[in-house]
């Protein structure tokens, strides 16, 4: 805007007139007169920007994996670019700079409060994860797996009503894309799911922006479990449980991909349609959602 005020002041434009039409202070229009910025230091301001916007979605990236966030919001760099601004500035990943005598970085702070946890009569404070019908109550979480080709990630959403796998994502890097990516899987697949409230754990990826942004855009609710208290998410943890046992750990996988389709292969085809639950009366959750909501279809 500053350049625009001097290209119309060489014009013959006061300066009084033009910062009236913009709505601008005369003054800091003077003192960047006398020290303007000059278009390397403005690159790289909007190379910073990028960057930290990066490192506060995702702060498990390195330098390089932000590179590649940068790259893909329009501002390319080179490799050491992105490592001087990034020591410059201290963002490095949460795993690779723990401070000299510390066990690492703690998780942040909750995004949202834990709409889950109740206090029982002992004052104990317990989760309860119930609904009385589809589209309440969604957990989510992440889990990993190795291949030849490095890990695999997983990021599932289950829907308390009837045990369903509604959404789910899988990709090579645990990035706060792969949460979002499944969060909308689920919506497209649900549809009516407003105000349906969505518990995970406080990892970066369901703390990130652009998941907030989803769960807003959706009109959902979120909620978040305590910091290192397994139990709080115990419900979903039983589901990556079966993978592990049925799927990931039957064999080792060569590449990404086959292990990529044994996984939905085996969501889709055993546990959704085959694998009868005690707590659903043995029935598999499609069975259950198609008798169980059948009666309320027709009373609608």
Known sequence: MYPLVRELAVD???????????KIARQPYYRWLANPVTDA?????????????AHRDDPEFGYRFLLDEAHDAGEVMAARTAWRICSTNGWW?????????????????????????????????????????PNQLWLTDITEHRTGEGKLYLCAIKDVYSNRIVGYSIDSRMKSRLAVTALNNAVARRVDVAGCVVHSDRGSQFRSR???????????????????????????????????????????????????????????????????????????????????????????
């Not at 510390?102 to 104990?124: E, F, I, R, Y």
Request: charged share 25%.
């Open 210 to 300: 652009k998941f907030v942004h989803a769960l807003n855009r959706h009109n959902m609710v979120g909620s978040m479990g305590r910091v290192g208290a397994a139990g709080d998410n115990a419900a979903m943890e039983s589901f990556f449980a079966l993978l592990q046992k049925n799927v990931l750990d039957r064999r080792t996988w060569a590449t990404c991909e086959e292990l990529r389709i044994a996984i939905a292969r085996w969501i889709e085809r055993t546990y959704h349609r085959r694998r009868r639950q005690a707590a659903l009366g043995r029935l598999t959750p499609i069975e259950f959602e198609t008798i169980m909501t059948a009666p309320a279809t027709q009373a609608a």
């Open 93 to 133: 990943s949460a795993f690779g700079k723990p401070k000299r005598g510390k066990s690492g970085k703690k998780p942040g702070p909750p995004v949202h409060d834990d709409l889950c946890a109740v206090v029982d009569k002992h004052g104990v404070v317990r989760h309860e994860f119930n609904a009385e019908a």
């Open 41 to 53: 230091e403005l690159e790289e301001a909007y190379r910073a920007n990028a960057l930290f916007d």
């Open 12 to 22: 013959g434009v006061p300066v009084t007139v033009t910062c009236r039409v913009l």
